[in-house]
């Protein structure tokens, strides 16, 4: 028999033992176990030898205990309760460790299984130049939502910083999109950024001047009261390899019923404004 095997038939002989309250005649216990009499010997005797369980004889074939509890004795009552407290008990030296393993591994499979996350499908995350990304966004690729058209406009001074960001390279928040359809991606975060870099582009936005927002001195002088079509080309190839990052979320996300967790930031919601 492998060491394997006398582990599992120690397991069970605790088992059946604990079930039986931590006392049971060995004639009883055999019974239950279904073992022939040497194996069941042979187990017994391992336990013994390892301090789990002691023998008393008295009647026929004796009984067997479980130890490792507090008791009034190797029978009667104080046995039983004891018994009943080892089996709740979690002190280490109460069973073997592979009934411990095994105790504890039941328990979690009972917890995890038929577990189901809400969300099943992936979030995606991709990197795309500004170029490629407003021809996309053009063609109805990426689009602004109607409830995002409304949400509260950023002053000029931060549109002005934030095209300053873009020329120098400065890490901006990704943009949150959400699978709708096949090429149809709905923008449930980024719609200021957005329409930032698509007025700037279409030089429909004047940057403001360096009193009005604090630009960084390699690029103040230059910028300051220009469109795009006034940056030398060095600064308009900038911005348009800029590249920006997509985070793409799961088509099975149900963006209406996490509105706290929306809005604390965890990702985007109908209701939750450009940041």
């Given at each position: 028999?492998?060491?394997?095997?006398?582990?599992?038939?120690?397991?069970?002989?605790?088992?059946?033992?604990?079930?039986?309250?931590?006392?049971?005649?060995?004639?009883?216990?055999?019974?239950?176990?279904?073992?022939?009499?040497?194996?069941?010997?042979?187990?017994?005797?391992?336990?013994?030898?390892?301090?789990?369980?002691?023998?008393?004889?008295?009647?026929?074939?004796?009984?067997?205990?479980?130890?490792?509890?507090?008791?009034?004795?190797?029978?009667?009552?104080?046995?039983?309760?004891?018994?009943?407290?080892?089996?709740?008990?979690?002190?280490?030296?109460?069973?073997?460790?592979?009934?411990?393993?095994?105790?504890?591994?039941?328990?979690?499979?009972?917890?995890?299984?038929?577990?189901?996350p809400a969300v099943l499908g992936d979030t995606s995350v991709t990197s795309m130049d500004i170029l490629t990304f407003m021809h996309r966004?053009?063609?109805?690729?990426?689009?602004?939502?109607?409830?995002?058209?409304?949400?509260?406009?950023?002053?000029?001074?931060?549109?002005?910083?934030?095209?300053?960001?873009?020329?120098?390279?400065?890490?901006?928040?990704?943009?949150?999109?959400?699978?709708?359809?096949?090429n149809e991606n709905e923008i449930v975060d980024g719609q200021q950024r957005v329409a930032t870099i698509r007025d700037f582009l279409d030089n429909n936005l004047t940057l403001v001047s360096d009193d009005e927002a604090e630009y960084r001195d390699n690029v103040a002088p230059i910028i300051q009261g220009k469109k795009f079509n006034e940056l030398p080309p060095a600064l308009q190839n900038q911005i348009e390899k800029y590249l920006l990052t997509i985070v793409k979320l799961p088509a099975e996300l149900d963006l209406e019923r996490s509105p706290s967790r929306l809005n604390r930031g965890d990702f985007p919601n109908r209701s939750h404004s450009d940041s």
């Open positions: 028999m492998s060491r394997q095997t006398y582990a599992e038939d120690e397991d069970q002989f605790v088992k059946e033992l604990t079930n039986h309250g931590g006392s049971v005649g060995n004639k009883a216990l055999l019974e239950t176990l279904d073992w022939g009499e040497d194996r069941y010997s042979h187990i017994r005797k391992r336990l013994i030898d390892k301090g789990l369980v002691k023998v008393r004889r008295g009647g026929p074939g004796g009984t067997v205990y479980l130890l490792g509890q507090k008791s009034d004795g190797p029978e009667g009552e104080g046995a039983k309760q004891g018994a009943v407290e080892n089996k709740k008990s979690k002190v280490e030296g109460d069973y073997p460790s592979h009934v411990y393993e095994k105790l504890e591994k039941g328990l979690s499979e009972s917890i995890t299984t038929g577990f189901v966004y053009d063609d109805g690729v990426y689009y602004v939502p109607d409830y995002q058209r409304d949400s509260s406009q950023w002053d000029i001074a931060r549109r002005s910083l934030f095209i300053e960001s873009l020329i120098n390279n400065i890490t901006v928040p990704p943009l949150f999109v959400f699978p709708k359809a096949p």
